[in-house]
């Protein structure tokens, strides 16, 4: 059996509940939450007086076989053999890009069929447990529950008794608030015996001890049925001193409403799920071999690392959490990389990533002339924590406390612009401001509002005075990609403030403002004429003047789907041959310094060839490296190209930047689409 991924999604709703399988073999081993925390899991069935175990290990029940495992968009597939019967299971997670509501309602479905030679036998049921540490972070605590009997089915829920809301404003962490819920024909909040009773007499039973663990359990005995998991977080961010609940929940909704909407719609969500897969799989055709494998991989992944929820003046908020990475909320860098998935299925998404860093941006606190680099640490929007000074006086008094850990920072964004908060140099300026300008027109061109551009527009101006100042020669400051160290006169900075540069004429074009468009137009063509006089012919250096180096020069992309074009076809082809004569096993190196790379910029840079050939020998390595890798967790973005180990940054948005390669297939003015 083939091996498609290091890591299986199960259930991804956000980035507090991310479920998923390290294991080739589902029932292989316990599952896990994406920060590697152990979540013990288990699925069974039942048939002619024996227990299997098709999820998870659990003595006494009998491992059965699995046959087959394949992904799609939105699930995960697995089939196996027992004696005399075939069971099908699918995992689905219903992120639906382009439908709001279905993608912040927190239920997922467990989805099952099982075929018999004979006769159903009598004594058939399936059953799910989940282990009570899936209601705290790391440290054991005591949990409680109970079970709901709803319209035609049950939904048995848990908690930690004493829920420490919002508490943990941290990287790599499970939370320790929220309840979970689990659904089936019968459902159960039981301990260890009551698992033990199924596994070796076969009956459900309410059964609960004394010093045992606790556990929700589901069981169905219809031969084909569905389970659902769900996870109400209660407040999912705080927002500048606004608590707001996820998107779905507005107007007073209730996870009790998301679990019966989610069962009354089941076949219609569904078939949404199987219609988006359907023109997603002919979609990726046109790409390339394989490419497909690659897209799903990345879909469920970068869509759950989000939080959607809106707040009180009605902005819609696309929040994303870097995942081992430092926890950072909203960040722009973070964004970037992802939006090709979200230009293609929703770009008001792209807006919606981008409102906090304009609001905080506006803030007495951030006093620069260039964009921030994020807006807190997930879930608390609070203002940016990185780059924060470090330093012990009355006004600061050690205030970031980076050593004390869960922690929350204080409230940055209230503070004056007299406390000086921030260290300019480990700030982002040509980055961050490039990022900007680029997701504000490429969102705009896409088919999103203009609105936010309109109110944004003196943000905008400064930002891009900015690039014009400094964006030809960056100074040595720190950029996305600076793991190796960061250096003076980065090319491929230079292109995405280009880039920049050509952005801000399209907002201003599409705003209406033709003189201003047309200005910064010629604007960026003296910019690509200075810069290509500087890099001169040949394989552009990672810094100016940096002979025999090279770099992966990503940022091209947009001067490509933007139409200006002002680094040339003829750039984009010699720089993509050239990328296919380094590659590794798994993987092009992101530079020429070390032999790490960025997945996601790899397929950006397969975005920048227009020969499919070259295209596919871009990816193919990081199908390698997913099938092979031995870093068993979520899609990494940073990892050694030649042993596939992980190196940093895991589960993280950025792999949205998979989809560039379809992006540039499809177009990204809407109006010009196929």
Not at 74 to 84: A, C, I, L, P, V
Request: proline share 4%; hydrophobic share 35%; glycine share 8%.
């Amino acid at each position: 059996m083939k091996r498609i991924l290091p890591s299986y999604p199960l259930w991804i709703i956000d980035p507090n509940f991310s479920v998923w399988s390290p294991c080739d073999e589902l029932n292989g081993g316990d599952t896990l939450f994406w920060t590697g925390l152990s979540r013990r899991t288990y699925g069974f069935v039942r048939a002619n007086g024996t227990t299997y175990c098709l999820l998870g290990r659990r003595d006494g029940a009998r491992q059965l076989k699995q046959t087959d495992v394949s992904v799609s968009a939105f699930g995960t597939h697995y089939t196996f053999e027992g004696d005399g019967f075939t069971l099908k299971v699918d995992f689905v997670s219903p992120l639906l890009p382009n439908d709001l509501k279905r993608l912040s309602c927190p239920v997922c479905y467990t989805e099952y069929e099982a075929s018999f030679e004979g006769e159903v036998p009598a004594d058939f049921s399936v059953a799910i447990a989940l282990d009570e540490e899936y209601c705290y972070n790391n440290e054991n605590a005591k949990t409680v529950g109970g079970v709901l009997p709803l319209n035609g089915y049950e939904a048995a829920f848990m908690t930690r008794l004493r829920n420490l809301v919002m508490s943990n404003a941290d990287d790599i962490a499970a939370p320790d608030w929220g309840d979970v819920y689990l659904t089936g024909e019968e459902a159960f909040f039981v301990t260890d015996a009551a698992l033990n009773e199924y596994i070796f007499a076969g009956e459900a039973k309410y059964v609960r001890k004394d010093r045992e663990r606790n556990y929700l359990f589901a069981v169905s005995k219809s031969p084909k049925g569905y389970f659902m998991t769900a996870f109400d977080d209660k407040v999912s961010i705080f927002y500048f001193g606004e608590w707001l609940k996820g998107y779905y929940f507005r107007k007073g909704k209730t996870i009790i409403d998301a679990l019966n909407e989610s069962r009354k719609n089941h076949d219609d969500i569904l078939a949404q799920c199987a219609a988006f897969d359907k023109k997603l799989k002919e979609d990726c055709e046109k790409v390339g071999k394989d490419y497909y494998t690659l897209a799903c991989a990345a879909l469920r992944q970068s869509v759950g690392a989000h939080k959607l929820v809106e707040n009180a003046k009605g902005d819609l908020l696309f929040l994303s959490k870097e995942c081992d990475s430092n926890g950072c909320i909203g960040t722009a860098d973070v964004s970037y990389p992802s939006i090709p998935l979200f230009l293609i299925y929703n770009p008001e998404l792209v807006n919606a990533m981008m409102t906090g860093i304009f609001d905080f941006a506006k803030m007495p606190v951030w006093t620069y002339d260039f964009a921030p680099h994020d807006i807190g640490t997930y879930p608390w929007c609070i203002g940016q924590v990185y780059g924060v000074k470090n330093r012990d006086d009355k006004y600061s008094c050690n205030m970031t406390c980076f050593w004390e850990y869960p922690r929350t920072h204080t409230m940055l964004y209230l503070r004056p612009a007299a406390s000086e908060v921030y260290e300019e140099k480990y700030q982002m300026p040509v980055e961050e401001c490039g990022n900007m300008l680029i997701m504000t027109a490429a969102a705009m061109l896409a088919g999103a509002s203009e609105k936010q551009a309109k109110k944004n527009f003196p943000l905008l101006k400064k930002w891009v005075k900015y690039l014009e100042k400094y964006g030809l020669k960056p100074s040595n400051q720190l950029c996305t990609d600076d793991f190796a160290g960061h250096l003076a006169n980065n090319a491929n900075l230079a292109i995405k403030a280009l880039a920049g540069l050509e952005a801000f004429s399209v907002v201003c074009k599409r705003l209406g403002k033709d003189a201003l468009a047309q200005e910064y137009r010629k604007k960026a063509e003296k910019f690509a004429e200075d810069f290509k006089a500087i890099v001169g012919e040949g394989i552009m250096p990672l810094a100016y003047g940096m002979e025999g180096s090279y770099s992966l020069k990503y940022n091209i992309l947009f001067d490509k789907l933007f139409g200006f074009s002002l680094i040339g076809q003829d750039v984009c082809e010699r720089e993509t041959s050239y990328y296919i004569q380094k590659n590794e096993r798994c993987g092009v190196p992101l530079d020429t310094r070390r032999d790490y790379t960025k997945s996601d910029w790899i397929l950006w840079c397969a975005a920048l060839t227009d020969e499919r050939e070259k295209t596919e020998a871009l990816y193919a390595p990081v199908l390698t490296y997913l099938a092979e890798s031995s870093s068993r967790k979520p899609f990494g973005d940073w990892y050694d190209t030649k042993t596939g180990l992980i190196e940093h940054f895991f589960n993280r948005t950025v792999q949205g930047g998979i989809f560039a390669p379809l992006l540039k297939e499809l177009g990204l003015e809407k109006g010009k689409r196929a």
